[in-house]
């Protein structure tokens, strides 16, 4: 994912947990006009303008480069790109208009039931069946979104470190990682783990392994209801114990306010941090951190969260932002033309190390460690978006935010009074009473 810019991470995290509901303002789409993929690439013409959040791609000309292959096929449309630094809330205002693109990711702030309003329709959920992902924007049987890439979660771990340490086997329990980790603090000068508590949206990729920890498709969708997600047995509360445990044993960075997530990528790669939990996405990031430093990318492993379901570890695929067609576009053609070809022709996905939106794409090569250890990959359905996002707002939780988890490990450091029992019970409190509320 480039430089991961810090405007970006409450939808792109959302790849955890679905879109958040919020904006809905706008004049919405008159005619509904579906942006068909064309079917004649010489009879596609105009010009559209791409907004993205990746303006390190922007400001490097790889988007460019990207627009001059994409010529070769489609080669009387001109694609222009504006990078937007604060994506997230740049684009929500410019939503308020008619001016915001021809082609554009989907805002986190934007409610799942309000994409007919923004978004041409591209087609049904069994035309676009091709791609992962379809049910995370699908309103009334009709996909408004198509995602650029999708991630699996994981720890993002430094190979040469954990052998110092004496491990070369994945951890198989939750146990056996703080041991892992134990072992790091003990037998090297290295921090074990770190939290990049500061900069917050890392502590959200904590959500994604939702689905991993049970081998369940539809652990995302049962959310939706008065399920106390922290009770005892609950993927959530595994998920989390894990990090307040890594913290309460002093076993990530002493003073977690001062972390910083580019140095962090460096310290990695040196072997001076011994994981981080992250996306799949940042594998790359973090071997060319490891060449930037002058050492081994080979020594920048991805490990699967420390649970197994009948024998094996399991994955879940979630998806990153989904592009889409705005619907006062006046070259949808085009527009439809463009995240066809992004999304099955170009190479993005397979160049950053991430799983291509198209289901038949081969899985990439930073997962290959995952593929030879047989890891079970899940894509994980997203079919009840709204629902659990109505939730988490209503309870002010916060899912794909960072704040409930920087109060957890507050809270396992001691800066802030309370148990993990009452802080899960809060939850769950919070969390069933506005599910009865919401009607689920």
Request: net charge neutral; aromatic share 10%.
């Amino acid at each position: 994912m480039g430089k991961k810019p810090k405007a970006l991470t409450g939808a792109l995290l959302a790849a955890a947990m679905l879109t958040v509901a919020g904006c809905s303002g706008g004049g919405g789409g008159a005619t509904g006009e579906i942006a068909a993929a064309p079917s004649d690439p010489k009879e596609v013409s105009g010009e559209i303008k791409v907004l993205t959040h990746r303006t390190d791609l922007v400001q490097k000309g790889t988007m460019k480069q990207y627009a001059a292959e994409f010529n070769k096929v489609y080669p009387k449309v001109k694609v222009t790109f504006e990078g937007v630094t604060d994506y997230e809330g740049e684009v929500k205002i410019r939503m308020n208009t008619k001016a915001y693109g021809d082609v554009l990711v989907i805002p986190g702030a934007v409610a799942k039931n309000d994409y007919p309003k923004f978004f041409a329709p591209l087609g049904t959920t069994a035309e676009l069946s091709k791609y992962r992902f379809g049910d995370k924007t699908e309103v009334d049987g009709k996909v408004y979104g198509i995602a650029q890439f999708g991630t699996v979660n994981g720890f993002v771990y430094n190979k040469a470190l954990w052998r110092r340490a004496g491990i070369t086997a994945w951890p198989k329990t939750p146990q056996e990682f703080l041991a892992g980790l134990k072992a790091i603090e003990e037998k090297t000068d290295a921090t074990p783990y770190y939290t990049n508590f500061k900069d917050g949206w890392p502590l959200v990729q904590w959500s994604a392994n939702h689905g991993s920890v049970s081998c369940d498709a539809q652990a995302g969708n049962n959310l939706a209801g008065p399920v106390s997600p922290w009770k005892a047995g609950g993927e959530l509360r595994t998920i989390d114990t894990l990090l307040h445990d890594i913290v309460r044993q002093g076993l990530s960075e002493k003073d977690p306010t001062t972390t910083n997530w580019e140095a962090s990528k460096d310290l990695l790669a040196k072997g001076k941090i011994g994981a981080m939990m992250l996306g799949s996405w940042s594998i790359t990031q973090m071997r060319g951190a490891a060449e930037d430093a002058g050492v081994s990318p080979a020594d920048i492993g991805f490990m699967p969260f420390p649970v197994q379901k009948d024998g094996a570890f399991c994955g879940a695929v979630t998806s990153d932002y989904q592009q889409a067609v705005s619907v006062y576009s006046e070259n949808k053609p085009a527009a439809r033309a463009w995240i066809d070809w992004f999304t099955e022709k170009s190479g993005f996905a397979e160049k950053e190390g991430v799983v291509s939106a198209l289901k038949s794409a081969p899985l990439p090569t930073t997962l290959k460690d995952f593929v030879d250890n047989d890891v079970k990959f899940i894509d994980r359905s997203e079919a009840r978006t709204a629902a659990v996002n109505d939730i988490d707002e209503a309870a002010e939780i916060g899912l794909t935010k960072p704040d409930y988890r920087q109060k957890l490990i507050d809270t396992a450091r001691g800066a802030q009074k309370g148990s993990l029992e009452d802080f899960f019970a809060d939850l769950d409190k919070r969390w069933d009473e506005a599910a009865k509320t919401a009607g689920s």
